[in-house]
């Protein structure tokens, strides 16, 4: 009788296509035929790819649904193969508001919807902080950071990266870099560094699995021969898990004002005009061949936001609009953890706190 | 008498060659255009080292599934299908309840077919999206094996996520 049943229900049983309407209904439905099912029963491979098509929340659900399912998303391989979907599955936008005193300098951190485009983007006049809602960011994650905020804080949104986040604190002269996961809640505090930074860069060299920050110091300099002032950039790297920065000699130095977080495909891209050329190009530096290279701009461009998906190899397209003290950088939530980056003991994990540290909860 | 080999050769070329696939759960046969079936890289290893006789027995896939996963390649070999339709084709293949989801993932594992794989593990992954831990149960037939303080405890640690949840 009862095999019959299943039989007949796997013929007829609508209930997945309709699972939103009728929610409850098909969970009723589920149970009565749930017979000698498990899903646990499928491959352990199958049952990491099924659950890293998931979106970072639902993700969190299924770490308390049972004990294999929590080892398999706190595996490291979970998290490698989640990143690859996850440009498929979650956008997010981090914000700073940058028009406030730096003591109220938030970082927000917004989910766009698994089908947004460009058309779900930011589209307000007003800091993100007095209207954390808009209609079509549902049940945001929402990220404020008071923990960098410490003496006259000066926090910049470096860049973002497989799901981490790297900021930069320079209100004294030892500029600090933080990597975060905010999805994990992981902070990891790279070394000092003993000079003002001008600009850093986040990316991550997909051979060796490095994670590495790059910083540029701005330094005049007067020819003694011909009295000519003239600037360069020194930039200066380090790899996370590593205790100490690496100079890799003198770079293009990035346009003032420009955007300096475009990471794609193992490179980090920028606008420079390399001190003498007229006109635009773009330079960019091999995270893995820690070298630089510069091509040409063809034709005027404005920067934007993009984010792009290695998987379907396209690119998305976000729009952050609102007063210009807003900066703003495309972040794809992931599981990638810092403690799998802290082998040994080079890299310090704090973690965060609700209550002091860095608030993470939903605003819906 | 000369043109003996000649005439093997053109016996077997312009002829489509089929393959019987046999569902060894139902015993249920069926003949397919080999170009379609050889999208499965297990039958197609099969065939490359001569493994593969006039029957291919299909052990653990029933004649149901093994239909679906027939549809599913004669729809990607078709070389005049648009993507937009293989989308619609795909998406009514997994249309399907959960019970017909695992068989076919696990079908589309064995025999090696990986955009079938693709689908059918992201229509799985679709049925408990944004659904509570309670509901994922349910659903994927799994059997809670925490203690309430230890399921507590992982919760604790993405509260978060939970806000509006029971």
Known sequence: MDIERRKRGRECDPSFEERDDEQGQDLTAATDS???FCILELPTHLLYDILSRLPPKTIFFCKCVCKTFLKIVRDPYFAEIHVTKAPDVAASIVLQDCSVPSEFR???????????????????????????????????LTVRNTKFLFCSGKVTLVGSC??????????RPPALHYICNPVLGELVVLPPLTFFVNYSGFGFCPKTKQYKVICFICLSCIDPMTNILSTKAVSEICTLGTQSWRRIGDAPGPLPQCSFNSFLNGNLHWLTDHGVSASNLICSFDFETEQFSICPVTYPFRPSLLSYSPRKGTFKNFKALGTDHIQAIAHIP???SLKDMARGKTVKLDKWRTGEGMHIYISS | MASAPENEKNASAPEKKTLTLKSMI????????EHVALQSVTIKNMVDSDCAGDVIPVPTISGEILALVIEYCKNHANPSASEDDLKKADAGIVAKDIYTLIDLVLAANFLDIKGLLEVTSQKIADSIKDLPHQDVREIFGVENDYTPEEEAAVRAEHDWAFEGFP
Do not use: I, Q, W
């Open chain 1, 106 to 140: 938030f970082f927000y951190m917004l989910d766009l919807e698994e089908t947004s485009s460009s058309s779900s983007s930011y589209s307000n006049h007003h800091p993100p902080c007095r209207h954390p809602r808009r209609s079509g960011l549902s049940k945001s």
């Open chain 1, 334 to 336: 992931s599981f990638v």
């Open chain 2, 26 to 33: 139902n015993n249920e046969e069926f003949v397919v255009d």
């Open chain 1, 34 to 36: 749930a017979l000698s």
């Open chain 1, 162 to 171: 497989n799901g981490l986040l790297c900021l930069r604190h320079d209100s």
